[in-house]
């Protein structure tokens, strides 16, 4: 089959590889429709390399249909039509019981005593192959799936594998009171989710970013948006204006390791490039690696005893943090990877013909498995307008198409 595969730091290629195969009686085998790429894809494209292996098959926002199940996978079929959450989970054990989903004890990492293994992230997570590739192997598969009705286009449920549970759980964390308002930073797919889904709800939306084209695309869609660069250092003091003076009831982080703004982490993000694996590795599990600009706003912002809901993913192990300010602020401070399956059923009723989160026109690129490598080159240099890209691993065309 093809696959979408990681060669090296910024070099993903789309290669031969042998078909998936059921190893185990909980695996089934799914012929891949559409599958996402990702703005956490990028984390290893780059930042994570170091636990990377040439060959490795990324990609975790996978559906289509259900192709061979293993005689252990519960009322799952061939046939189903289904979308695969990004983390493998079990459903049954204690953490699965809790909707912990992204703690599962069935498949949590204990090499690196991490949560649930994910499909497509890198050693830290398990080495399971991904699903940008023409069919994947789900573990775990009498709960890893959501089914979903046969008739509507992929584009309408494709997003309940990361981005719409995502950013529902960060809208959900963040615990906004009624009337209150809720400061967004980061307008990728997850952040500009989050805020579609809040002012679904009836939340007052401060949506901030640093690049134009997310910005004028929130600008589009209504939003009260900031531009943190042009505000700089005063950007809080711009949000309490906007707040009554106290500052947004809570914030989003939905930026995460990669933040821009921050230049001296950002010298050892690139350094760690440049050195063995060996040597990269420790720094990386050790140190304060993550790009913290986002998240000091997010701090500086909130208004005191508000909530800050982090939905961007950090990586470091000594990130410096301003305690004493979040201390005297009296902050609340929810984080980590969205449990996928708990929120499946309160997002289902919104996937719906007349689609109030606007899922069927989200993907700003559609193409064929094959253009993947572009699309990683154009997403991490921002061109092109790359905001979500969706690849059709059996699609006939071969150009991509840009709405
Ligand atoms: N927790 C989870 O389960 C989960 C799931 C999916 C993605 N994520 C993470 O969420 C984050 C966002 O994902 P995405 O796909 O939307 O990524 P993305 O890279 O498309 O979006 C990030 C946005 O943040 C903006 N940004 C950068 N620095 C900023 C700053 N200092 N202030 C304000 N905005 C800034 C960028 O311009 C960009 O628009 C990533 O870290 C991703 O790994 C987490
Ligand atoms: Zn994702
Ligand atoms: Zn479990």
């Known amino acids: 089959m093809r696959a979408v595969t990681w060669q090296g730091r910024q070099d993903v290629r789309v290669e031969n590889v042998p078909d998936p195969q ?9 012929r891949v429709t559409s599958t996402n790429i990702c703005g956490s894809d990028l984390h290893l494209y780059e930042p994570l390399a170091a636990f990377m292996h040439r060959g490795d098959i990324l990609g975790h926002e996978p559906m289509g249909y259900v192709e061979e199940v293993g005689p252990d996978c519960g009322d799952l079929k061939v046939g189903d039509r289904v979308v695969i959450p990004f983390q493998i989970s079990c459903g049954g054990c204690w953490m699965c019981q809790q909707q912990l989903y992204t703690q599962c004890e069935t498949t949590q990492v204990r090499a690196y005593d991490n949560g649930a293994a994910l499909f497509g992230y890198s050693e830290l997570y398990g080495g399971y192959a991904g699903g940008q590739a023409q069919y994947l192997r789900v573990p775990q598969a009498g709960f890893t799936h ?30 906004v009171p009624k009337d209150g ?27 901030i970013d640093v690049d134009p084209s997310r910005i004028s695309q929130a600008r589009a869609l209504g939003f ?21 003076g106290r500052g947004p009831d809570a914030v989003i982080d939905a930026v995460g390791m990669e933040a821009h703004g921050s230049t001296a982490v950002s010298a050892i993000q690139k350094g760690a490039e440049f050195l063995p694996d060996s040597v990269a590795r420790p720094l990386m599990l050790r140190a304060g690696v993550d790009r913290m600009a986002a998240l000091y706003a997010a701090i500086e912002m909130v208004r005191r005893g508000g909530t800050i809901s982090i939905v961007g993913v950090y990586g470091g192990a000594a990130d410096p943090l301003p305690m004493v300010r979040m201390f005297d602020k009296q902050l609340q401070i929810r984080m980590g990877q969205a449990n996928v399956k708990r929120w499946t059923d309160d997002i289902m009723p919104l996937l719906t013909d007349d689609d109030p989160l606007g899922v069927e026109t989200f993907a700003s690129h559609i193409g064929p498995l094959e253009e993947a490598p572009l699309l990683y080159r154009a997403f991490q240099e921002k061109k092109g307008n790359v905001f979500k890209a969706l690849l059709k691993p059996h699609a006939e065309q071969n150009s991509v198409v840009s709405s």
């Open 146 to 175: 959501i089914k979903v009705p046969d008739g509507p286009p992929d584009e309408r449920f494709v997003y309940l594998s990361d981005v719409l549970p995502t950013a529902w759980q960060a809208v959900e964390y963040a615990e």
């Open 181 to 207: 308002s809720l400061a967004i930073l980061g307008l990728g797919p997850v952040g500009q989710m989050a805020a579609r889904i809040a002012s679904h709800q009836g939340i007052r939306v401060i949506a």
């Open 22 to 30: 059921l190893e185990q009686p909980t695996d089934a085998i799914i």
């Open 224 to 244: 009260e948006v900031l531009d943190s660069d042009e505000h700089g250092d005063e950007l809080a003091a711009v949000a309490r204006e906007m707040t009554d």
